[in-house]
């Protein structure tokens, strides 16, 4: 009978690659006091237990490291309250959850680096730093102990990480995730904190480096939460937030 | 083979000691992640095929149950207890087929805390099944030692009241595998608690995939009555 047969390859090449990058990543920034936020507005139960494997280790003897679900109806501006630069943001939820894709969209403005773990259709190519993902269209998976597999692996592999304390220094140009941007061409992704009094042009925002006041005269009529992409201290344009909502 | 690769060391000074030891760490990392995933799928394999026969005859008395209005309860403790709660979502919120009530009883943060605080931790699941409980119902506990006082102590109140009593072990089966309280006991064969709650996973979809064959089953015969004696089915 099909249903009692469990796939003989749960972890694949690819997968095995993408878990082991996400597990230096994420143990690289607890070294450095991370964080770690867990949602899925789906499945609650599974940012339960991963927050749990971290905070409350099933081996004696491994250190316990700082992880909270977020389970509140409102996600988005949960994790915004909570996040710090440095920490880390992980998502256990399909590709087409509108709070999560947003949660996603904002993580560079909060200095969070992301870890996203689903099945069926992937999220869109750089939608997460981490993508973890089951190859399998069958709606039952969340059920089944793979997104389990995989949280346990990620934390057996982040402890694995921890016992060679060489590999966690970073030295800056070797990190692909905290590049100075201070003097180039790109813009920065900034989240509007507070909007400009009526006789200013000036609004305060948040980016992954703490906040700053921004010039918003080319955007204009700008609100609370609103995404704009900043260069050399104003806003050159606003970032839809609606993408990927049905 | 490697004493060459070491005295070769000299020639390259410009390849970095810690980033070579990154790729072959990230190397390792991969090769550990496969490995594990391999042994907690034989793990699974294996049991679903040690409890096909009990996991049906408990599906069947599940799905009788339900038929009867039963509801079911789930509890664990720490990572049992969030796993407890996806089966119980998986019964009551179904992606497919028939939803039946059930919920998880550590999901309520006030009723654990009363109860934790006011009569002691170990009787945290057993008082609500107390509250809760009708004859007709189903207790499923998960724990990965099999000897967790305040789930134990849960199913014999449960096995007391009549309800059916199903228990997810691990290691040597503890005191769950043993307890006269629990009607149906699957031991995962394994001392890593992260492979037994995988098996555990697997092994709570398999029991509600034999409850919905069941309850398909169940519906299907009664429909055929229903049609063959205009006027209803009673």
Request: charged share 20%; hydrophobic share 40%.
């Amino acid at each position: 009978m099909t249903t009692t047969e469990v796939p003989t390859t749960l972890i694949g090449t690819d997968l095995s690659d993408d878990l082991a990058s996400a597990s230096l990543a994420l143990a690289r920034r607890f070294h450095t006091g991370a964080t770690l936020w867990v949602i899925s507005p789906q499945w609650e139960p599974h940012a339960h237990h991963v927050a749990v494997e971290f905070v409350h280790p099933v081996l004696m003897g491994k250190r316990a490291l700082p992880s909270v679900a977020l389970v509140e109806p409102d996600p988005v501006s949960q994790a915004r309250v909570a996040t710090r630069p440095g920490d880390v943001i992980l998502a256990v939820a399909s590709a087409d959850d509108v709070q999560v894709l947003d949660t996603m969209r904002r993580t560079p403005a909060w200095g969070a680096q992301t870890i996203w773990i689903g099945f069926g259709a992937r999220p869109p190519a750089g939608s997460a730093d981490h993508v973890l993902w089951v190859e399998s269209d069958d709606p039952m998976v969340p059920a089944t102990g793979r997104f389990v597999l995989m949280y346990h692996l990620l934390w057996e592999l982040t402890h694995v990480c921890f016992e060679q304390p060489g590999v966690l220094e970073v030295k800056t140009e070797d990190s692909t995730d905290e590049v100075c941007v201070t003097c180039s061409d790109e813009g920065r992704l900034a989240e509007v904190v507070e909007p400009p009094t009526p006789d200013s042009t000036t609004a305060l925002v948040r980016t992954g480096e703490g906040e700053e006041p921004v010039d918003v005269s080319l955007v204009g009529g700008v609100r609370p939460n609103d995404l704009l992409l900043i260069h050399a201290g104003a806003a050159i344009t606003r970032i839809d937030t609606t993408e990927g909502l049905a | 083979m490697s004493e060459l690769n070491q005295n070769t060391d000299f020639l390259y000074p410009f390849i970095e000691g810690t980033e070579t030891d990154v790729d072959a760490l990230l190397t390792d990392l991969a090769a550990s992640a496969r490995g594990k995933a391999e042994v907690s799928a034989r793990l699974q394999q294996a049991s679903l095929e040690e409890y096909e026969e009990d996991l049906r005859a408990a599906g069947i008395a599940m799905s009788d149950r339900f038929a009867r209005g039963g509801r079911l309860y789930t509890f664990g403790n720490g990572g049992s207890s969030t796993d407890a709660a996806t089966l119980a979502s998986l019964f009551c919120r179904p992606v497919r087929g028939r939803a039946v009530p059930a919920w998880s009883l550590a999901a309520d943060q006030a009723v654990v805390t009363a109860l934790g605080n006011d009569v002691g931790f170990e009787l945290i699941f057993s008082r609500q099944v107390i509250a809760h409980s009708r004859p007709v119902d189903v207790a499923i506990a998960l724990s990965t030692s099999g000897n967790s006082d305040d789930l134990i102590r849960a199913l014999s109140e449960a096995k007391h009241r009549g309800l059916l009593t199903i228990g997810f072990a691990g290691h040597e089966g503890g005191s769950m595998s043993t307890s006269e309280d629990v009607d149906h006991c699957f031991t995962v064969h394994s001392q890593s608690i992260h492979r037994i709650q995988e098996s555990h996973a697997r092994i709570g979809f398999r029991l509600w995939s034999i409850v919905q064959e069941e309850t398909e089953r169940r519906v299907a015969d009664l429909m055929a009555a229903g049609s063959r004696a205009p006027g209803g089915i009673r």
